[in-house]
């Protein structure tokens, strides 16, 4: 399928971004990794009048942790998470969920940030955003906001950005020294769309839930936290009975849908087996007595470098994607 014909504008800063989006009015979009928006064009899902590319905006690619909260840039990949040591342990949750969105030329090119404004239910990074309680810093012409990612999304496909709002960063806040989380995702075959997801977050505080993060994915209209189950470990030890009661939460506050992919019942089983398992993983991190490898690190690489080596896959800008498509675009005009 051809994409409608589009304008395509580069922006060397945020505020030209900003600026662009302004001039450009609702119809513009943001073009981060493409990795969701070109297939929506293709397919006439969406047809932006124009685009604003940002992979030339310099400072926005950068996973780093200040004053409490970890900030991940608007243009960190997929595949920056997937290698990022900050992403692992006490953010682990987020860690584990890299890995296994798509396969690899997908998380090359793809954006944490694009993928929540994308806002797909069946997108993996909400529901690990969820769960770590992280938030979005939107920017317009007319100033910045944080919008936690709960308030972010508003149903499939849809989120409260304003037309003219660019997610620059996500901040994730500190969970505390005593944190664990995980992500687990059952897939029909490796790279494919969750058929079920369950991100957890367990802090603990001398011994006790002091907070829990629990977050699903492919089971409703929309990611959503299962908040009767986090509440029910809310100041409990962590222990059999207590997961096994916030896990039956979890799975009762999922409304799953049979299809092709499994019918209600099993995903909602999924959902309770999942949610029992990772309490159980993020638990054990917490208390510093189940030390294990990120899932990155337990599935082999495909391709291995060495120290120094430069495979040119750290390039991208969005022309390279775009341009293709505008080829197209312009061999059908010319039929
Ligand atoms: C084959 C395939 C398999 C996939 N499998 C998975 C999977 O298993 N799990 C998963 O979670 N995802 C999956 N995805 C989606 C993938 O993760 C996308 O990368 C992600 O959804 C979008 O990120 P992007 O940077 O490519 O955004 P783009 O495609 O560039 O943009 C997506 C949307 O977000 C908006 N946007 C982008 N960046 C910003 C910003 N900074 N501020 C405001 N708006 C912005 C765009 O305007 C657009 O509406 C898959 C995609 C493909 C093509």
């Not at 997937?82 to 682990?92: A, N, V, Y």
């Not at 296994?100 to 239910?121: E, F, K, M, W």
């Not at 993983?281 to 080596?309: I, L, N």
Request: hydrophobic share 40%; glycine share 8%; charged share 30%.
């Amino acid at each position: 399928m051809y994409p409608a014909k589009f304008e395509y504008h580069r922006a060397s800063t945020v505020e030209e971004a900003l600026s662009l989006l302004d001039q450009l009015g609702d119809e513009a979009k943001v073009l981060a990794g493409g990795q969701s928006l070109i297939p929506m064009m293709k397919l006439r899902f969406a047809v932006p009048s124009a685009l604003v590319d940002i992979n030339r905006v310099p400072g926005l690619d950068a996973i780093a942790e200040q004053d409490r909260t970890l900030r991940i840039g608007a243009l960190v990949r997929h595949k920056a998470c997937e290698r990022s040591p900050e992403l692992r342990g006490r953010f682990g949750v987020l860690g584990d969920a890299a890995p296994q969105i798509s396969d690899p030329i997908v998380r090359n090119l793809g954006t944490v940030a694009g993928s929540l404004a994308h806002a797909d239910p069946q997108g993996d990074w909400a529901s690990a955003m969820l769960a770590a309680g992280a938030a979005v810093v939107a920017r317009s012409a007319r100033g910045e906001r944080a919008i936690p990612i709960e308030d972010l999304l508003r149903g499939p496909f849809e989120t409260t950005l304003e037309p003219t709002e660019v997610i620059t960063e996500i901040r994730v806040p500190d969970p505390g020294p005593r944190a664990g989380g995980t992500y687990m995702k059952l897939e029909r075959k490796v790279g494919d769309f969750a058929t079920v997801g369950v991100a957890v977050q367990v802090s603990l505080d001398d011994g006790k839930v002091a907070r829990a993060g629990i977050a699903l994915t492919g089971v409703a209209a929309i990611n959503f936290r299962a908040t009767a189950a986090e509440e029910a470990l809310h100041g409990r030890d962590p222990d059999e009975e207590a997961i096994k009661e916030a896990a039956r939460l979890a799975a009762d506050a999922a409304e799953p849908r049979s299809d092709l992919r499994g019918s209600a019942d099993y995903k909602r089983n999924v959902v309770r087996v999942f949610t029992e398992r990772g309490l159980h993983e993020a638990a054990d991190m917490a208390k510093g007595e189940h030390e294990r490898p990120p899932t990155s690190r337990r599935f082999p690489r495909a391709v291995q470098r060495r120290p120094g080596e430069t495979t040119g896959e750290d390039y991208f800008a969005g022309e390279d994607t775009v341009k293709g498509v505008m080829d197209e675009v312009r061999e059908k005009e010319d039929d």
